[in-house]
């Protein structure tokens, strides 16, 4: 198989973008030992039989048309041709010149014959002689070929009984390419219906501006022989070509392609050219990549070349695994590149202006109170008020609302689960400040995302509450998040996240910490000391450990009281 830049060569040696010379030369030797022919020899048989001869030896009909043996003198001269015939005829009359210039200039084979006159045309043997040199691996070529599939492959961008010429791209980089109504009609809807539906064309020159023709090619190579060829240069211009023909086999194959040629570094390039050719499919795979590898895919130099829409896509999620900070110094770079593509300078205010509604879905609550401070606080793309919302929602409680969400990303991938470890609610359960806690250990490694809490006794309520998991034997504070919920008055458990997921690693003793400052609540009674969750779909079971933790506790047992359910995935 050879790959779409030799194809290009080839086509510029035989005679550049007008000519209609193919791009295939076969070398492997025909039936009778002779080379089979690439186009230019083909044109030049065509131009030289094109005349009936004296000897009435061959026939001609147009571009694709094969020479034929007539009967008569000429050709049993052609069958029994001398070496010194042959020579002859190698130097022979003006002709023979003039058809081989007329084939390297890539003009038609009916154009050439028109243009020699039956007086120039050489003598009976060396005509016929002149005949089999460009007959011969023309003729028959039907015979060398053991397969449908070979035989269509044979006719893949070659002129021999094409009917159509497509010119394809734009500017000096158009190229001429033969094809026929036929084979296209019966790969693709579009082109059935160009040729054959009620409003067909009967042009035999298509001009295709909006193609490329190294995709172009790509497609007719695969309606021709279900031979692929995409490569990384051209598998998207190859995916476009194919999605306006209506192939969807070629599509597969170049989805495929860039799924196995997918990574970090160009996820966020193949994100925008999927959401542009509407493969959602795709699509996805490039954000699970860019979730996977966030860090590395805002990195890349990809990343500043997106359009807005895709970077709120991107912003969107909540599975994105980056620090916000991180994250926010990557938008600021996209919106300098973008002031300079809309030709603006790169000022605080224009950077706002060409981040619009993206700005809001940056999540600052969940930044440290340093990390803003020394960013964004700093940055001047945030207005006066916007900073000291921010500030008051970091140090003070009851936390006031702020324009921008609060709620934590989780990078981790499957199915949230969680387990409950209380038979039944009760009320009432005070608050003085003091946590709320409980130890506990699990079987196997999981992340920890989150606390379902109890609400207020007394109707709907807001609650400040900082929840922590802690590794109990060194007391180092391994996940915490200072912030606030709203409830209902409902005894159902009301969800406080973390702001990045915690680690739990098996057979380690953990506690879990609540501080809540509200109103009397609900709690748990009827508590387990063992809470067992199966996985449906795998049959997989992590089993939880609970038991008192001492010290500084309000009160929470392993029988009764808040805590009630732990968040996680596994």
Known sequence: MRCCACL???????????????????????????????????????????????????????????????????????????????????????????????????????????????????????????VLVYREPVYNWQATKSTVKERFAFLFNNEVLSDVHFLV???????????????????????????????????????????????????????????????PETVMTTLYTAKKYAVP???????????????????????????????????????????????????????????????????????????????????????????????????????????????????FPLMTIEEFAAGPAQSGILMDREVVSLFLHFTVNPKPRVDFIDRPRCCLRGKECSITRFGQVESRWGYSGTSDRIRFSVNRRIFVVGFGLYGSIHGPTDYQVNIQIIHTDSNTVLGQNDTGFSCDGSANTFRVMFKEPVEILPNVNYTACATLK??????????????THESPSTGTKTCFTFCYAAGNNNGTSVEDGQLPEVIFYT
């Not at 791209?169 to 579009?190: D, E, N, W």
């Not at 990549?289 to 909540?318: C, M, P, Q, S």
């Open 8 to 130: 290009f060569h080839s086509k510029m040696a035989a005679g550049g973008s007008g000519g209609g010379a193919p791009c295939l030369n076969f070398s492997n030797p025909g039936p009778l030992g002779n080379v089979q022919s690439n186009n230019s020899a083909q044109a030049s048989a065509n131009s030289a039989g094109a005349s009936p001869g004296p000897a009435g030896g061959v026939q001609g009909a147009g571009g694709h048309c094969n020479p034929q043996p007539g009967p008569g003198a000429g050709g049993g001269a052609a069958v029994g041709a001398t070496p010194a015939t042959q020579n002859a005829s190698s130097q022979g009359g003006s002709a023979q010149s003039a058809g081989a210039a007329a084939a390297a200039a890539g003009e038609t084979a009916a154009a050439a014959s028109a243009s020699v006159t039956p007086s120039a045309l050489p003598s009976a043997p060396a005509a016929a002689a002149a």
């Open 249 to 363: 086999a070629l599509e597969t194959h170049c989805v495929e392609f860039l799924k196995k040629n997918l990574r970090a570094d160009n996820a966020f390039m193949l994100l925008t050219q999927a959401r542009l050719f509407d493969e959602p499919q795709l699509a996805s795979l490039c954000l699970e990549n860019i979730d996977k590898n966030t860090a590395d895919a805002i990195a890349a130099e990809g990343f500043t070349d997106i359009d807005l829409d895709t970077l709120v896509a991107v912003l969107e999620r909540d599975t994105l695994g980056v620090r916000e900070v991180r994250l926010f110094g990557a938008v600021v770079r996209w919106a300098e590149a973008e002031a300079q593509r809309q030709q603006l300078q790169p000022t605080p205010e224009n950077k706002r202006r060409v981040l619009g509604k993206s700005l809001s879905l940056i999540r």
């Open 169 to 231: 791209g734009k500017g000096m980089g158009v190229q001429r390419i033969p094809a026929h109504r036929f084979v296209l009609a019966v790969g693709s809807a579009v082109f059935d219906a160009m040729f054959n539906g009620g409003m067909a064309t009967t042009s035999t020159e298509i001009e295709l501006p909006d193609v490329e023709p190294a995709a172009f090619l790509a497609l007719l190579k695969f309606l021709y022989s279900d031979e692929v060829q995409i490569g």
């Open 518 to 531: 509200g109103p009397d609540s609900h709690y748990g009674t009827k508590g387990l000391r063992k809470v």
